[in-house]
């Protein structure tokens, strides 16, 4: 779908939060206050039908939490990235990261928010990408 304003394709953010009450929380956040160019495509609650939206949505953006009840680790968002190399991956963790970023976009992660300031900081995010691109793809491109 197409913004007929500005000529932007919409980016599709897929939601990937194991609670129902969060995750209906960060769609009607995310209806609300985006812009008209960022569409929620699709939500799941767990590590498989995470991967199932994330690619028959073409997810630009995934919002995870982690662990999933049925994934866990990098191994899950290692499969999620082979499924939708394109996506810059957001994890919603509830404390600091403890890995440094380098060590996150080794794994697969394009940046961290913690949920205490998630709906505050998760809009700049999903913007950085859909205006920056995905920083794994583009690094993963100069060195073809």
């Given at each position: 779908?197409?913004?007929?304003?500005?000529?932007?394709r919409r980016?599709?953010?897929?939601?990937?939060?194991?609670?129902?009450?969060?995750?209906?929380?960060?769609?009607?956040?995310?209806?609300?206050?985006?812009?008209?160019?960022?569409?929620?495509?699709?939500?799941?609650?767990?590590?498989?039908?995470?991967?199932?939206?994330?690619?028959?949505?073409?997810?630009?953006?995934?919002?995870?939490?982690?662990?999933?009840?049925?994934?866990?680790?990098?191994?899950?968002?290692?499969?999620?990235?082979?499924?939708?190399?394109?996506?810059?991956?957001?994890?919603?963790?509830?404390?600091?990261?403890?890995?440094?970023?380098?060590?996150?976009?080794?794994?697969?992660?394009?940046?961290?928010?913690?949920?205490?300031?998630?709906?505050?900081?998760?809009?700049?995010?999903?913007?950085?990408?859909?205006?920056?691109?995905?920083?794994l793809s583009?690094?993963?491109?100069?060195?073809?």
């Amino acid at each position: 779908m197409t913004n007929t304003i500005v000529g932007l394709r919409r980016t599709r953010v897929v939601v990937v939060e194991d609670s129902a009450p969060l995750r209906a929380a960060l769609r009607a956040y995310l209806r609300r206050y985006s812009d008209d160019t960022v569409t929620v495509a699709g939500e799941a609650w767990g590590g498989w039908t995470a991967i199932r939206e994330a690619a028959t949505k073409r997810a630009d953006v995934i919002v995870l939490d982690m662990p999933m009840p049925d994934q866990m680790g990098w191994e899950f968002v290692h499969r999620l990235h082979l499924m939708v190399p394109k996506a810059c991956i957001l994890l919603a963790t509830g404390e600091p990261p403890v890995e440094p970023t380098k060590s996150l976009r080794e794994h697969g992660i394009c940046m961290a928010l913690e949920r205490s300031h998630l709906l505050s900081t998760l809009l700049q995010a999903i913007w950085q990408c859909r205006d920056t691109g995905s920083p794994l793809s583009r690094e993963s491109t100069s060195h073809e």
